[in-house]
């Protein structure tokens, strides 16, 4: 960080305010003059009282992991409404002991979230008890926002007849992957963004028909290729513009060129052969610094037409923010991770719809002036309410007056000063989700696992911290088992951890099949698969075809996947860099820029990549 800190402060982009040492990795990291004038200008204000809010005791990247610990993506269990019993799948993990209702069961008027109210305590944390408000409320299975017909889809709004899809707002018949934003018939993608007809694309917007596209703009017909703009039938390209016809960035007839493309599609030989071909396309490309496009005085990565929006990744269209990743058509948010639909004003929130002005929360949809929330619809002027819609000037699930509201918020905030938890996010300890189920598992994969029960030898290990992330597990017989993370800092942090990794959709009298007895193309397959489960070519692990998916393929040309989806998800992130930046100089007029590859990658500036791709 300090690097990249001296860098933005040579080229007059931030100023530093001061150095803090982050409590969790032990690492000092800056506060920018810009991060204090945002946190003064989206400090809440409840009646006639402006709530400061207290600068960040966490760097930025812990601060991260921290709100990615309350989010799981992927990892879905059998499990039973505790209403009717009933078998659903879910979030949480019957071993969990939490409530959950299905979602149209959470939805139904025969039970009330306010049940659950009680007078905020003056003498507790007010961490411990929004963890017993939440430990009592009944959570939702999946979270999702009137989807139809895609109950295996969390972390998605408005979507129709969806499959194991997340992150997505506004999406029909698309299957595996994260991030669409409002995509028709896409399958095995991540970043895709007003397309149809897309597979195995990766930072795609505006695509149709193609397959293994990534990094490029309004093009059809494209396949095996990077980087392109208004592009159609292109193979093995990169870097071109408006062209057509193209084979290895070579200008083809129409006629040679549908003949050369038959070589490599259809069959899994043809496309095992072209995925090759594939990665040399990717090493030999002309690779700007970071993936950002049309966007003013912004850094970061995966970042289109936005305005002043630093240390984001995967933004568009939007302004003023910092520290946002995942982010749709926002404004003026700090430390927020998957945010849609005109959010604005929002501080360490996870997973919003059309929030304004609410802070240190979690999934909440169309709600304003909220503080400490989760699972919230359609209210506002709540503290610390879990599972309210429609309802306003609540504390802890209680009914107030606006005056009583007014007078009391200011008050626990004073208290909570004292008790040191004004200005965080949720403690780690509160999270439903094991960290290997949560979406921090994705970007801060942890280094080492220690199995040990005795606590006392925990304590004297951590004592010793290696500097890598460890984490100590304490009970290791139990499927979900208690746990200490230990990053470095001086706060060792209270987790859960799933020992046993678990599969569901796959019934015991199911016929298995191995990957390699799987036909070369996909015309030699029948709806028999329907009834088989593949075993992955890489890990063993079954999974299975669903009709919609193998239409699919069938209507594309498309030979069945050998790999589970969760081995195509994490190859087809492999090929995104980290989300962090590196000070690098241009391999052209070596002028130091901000990139998101490391230096053993050749990077170009903006003007030099401008002059050699245009
Ligand atoms: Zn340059």
Not at 231 to 260: G, I, V
Not at 447 to 476: C, F, N, T
Not at 534 to 541: E, H
């Amino acid at each position: 960080m300090t690097n990249i800190t001296e860098f933005l402060e040579r080229s007059w982009v931030e100023k530093v305010a001061e150095y803090r040492v982050c409590k969790w990795t032990g690492e000092r990291f800056p506060i920018y003059e810009k991060d204090i004038e945002m946190l003064t200008r989206i400090s809440p204000s409840v009646g006639n009282v402006k709530l400061d809010i207290s600068l960040p005791t966490l760097s930025p990247q812990a601060r991260q992991m921290r709100r990615l610990l309350f989010r799981n993506e992927t990892n879905f269990y059998k499990s039973r409404s505790s209403k009717t019993w009933e078998p659903m799948i879910s979030l949480y993990a019957p071993e969990n002991n939490v409530k959950v209702f299905e979602q149209k069961e959470w939805w139904q008027q025969d039970w009330d979230p306010m049940d659950f109210w009680f007078e905020v305590d003056f003498s507790k944390s007010i961490n411990a008890q929004f963890y017993e408000l939440r430990q009592d409320v009944p959570r939702v299975n999946m979270v999702a926002v009137d989807n139809e017909n895609s109950e295996y889809s969390t972390g998605t709004g408005y979507c129709k007849n969806c499959y194991l899809i997340n992150s997505s707002e506004e999406c029909e018949d698309c299957y595996y992957g994260k991030l669409f934003q409002n995509c028709k018939r896409c399958v095995d993608c991540a970043y895709v963004y007003d397309s149809d007809k897309l597979y195995q694309c990766l930072n795609v917007k505006k695509g149709y028909k193609s397959m293994y596209l990534h990094n490029s703009s309004e093009c059809s017909d494209c396949y095996y290729s990077d980087d392109l703009i208004g592009c159609d039938h292109c193979m093995f390209c990169s870097n071109l513009r408006n062209a057509s016809y193209c084979f290895e960035n070579t200008q083809l007839s129409k006629e040679e060129w549908k003949e050369k493309v038959q070589e490599y599609l259809g069959t899994r030989t043809h496309i095992a052969a072209a995925l090759e071909k594939f990665e040399q396309v990717i090493r030999q490309k002309i690779t700007k610094y970071a993936s950002v496009v049309n966007s003013e005085n912004s850094f970061g990565d995966i970042l289109i037409d936005d305005k002043n929006c630093v240390f984001c990744y995967d933004v568009n269209d939007s302004e003023d923010c910092r520290y946002v990743n995942v982010g749709v058509d926002v404004k003026s948010n700090m430390d927020c991770n998957n945010i849609y639909m005109k959010p604005e004003r929002n501080y360490e929130v996870l997973g919003t719809i059309g929030t304004y002005n609410v802070h240190f929360s979690t999934f909440i949809f169309n709600c304003s002036n909220l503080l400490y929330c989760q699972d919230c619809h359609d209210s506002k002027n709540l503290f610390g309410c879990i599972a309210l819609r429609n309802k306003e000037y609540c504390i802890f699930n209680t009914q107030y007056t606006k005056e009583e509201y007014e007078d009391l918020v200011p008050k626990i905030i004073t208290y909570m000063k004292e008790t040191w938890e004004w200005g965080e996010y949720f403690n780690p300890s509160t999270t439903a989700f094991p960290y290997n189920d949560s979406l921090a598992m994705e970007y801060f994969p942890i280094q080492e696992l220690v199995y040990l029960q005795d606590w006392e030898i925990v304590q004297r290990k951590m004592l010793h911290a290696s500097g890598k992330w460890v984490v100590y597990i304490l009970e290791p017989d139990k499927i979900i088992s208690r746990a200490k993370l230990d990053l470095g800092g001086e706060e060792k942090i209270d987790i859960f951890w799933k020992t046993k990794e678990k599969e569901i959709g796959i019934p015991d009298n199911t016929y298995f099949v191995e990957a390699k007895d799987l036909a070369e193309n996909i015309s030699d397959e029948s709806e028999e698969i329907f009834k088989k489960a593949i075993k992955c070519a890489k890990t063993g692990r079954p999974f299975r075809i669903t009709p919609q998916e193998f239409y699919f393929y069938q209507d594309m040309g498309i030979p069945l996947p050998i790999y589970h989806p969760d081995v195509r998800y994490y190859d087809r992130l492999a090929y995104r860099p980290e989300r962090a930046l590196h000070v690098q100089s241009c391999e052209e007029c070596k002028k130091e820029i901000l990139s998101v590859y490391e230096s053993s990658k050749a990077v170009y500036c903006e003007e030099c990549y401008n002059k050699k791709v245009y």
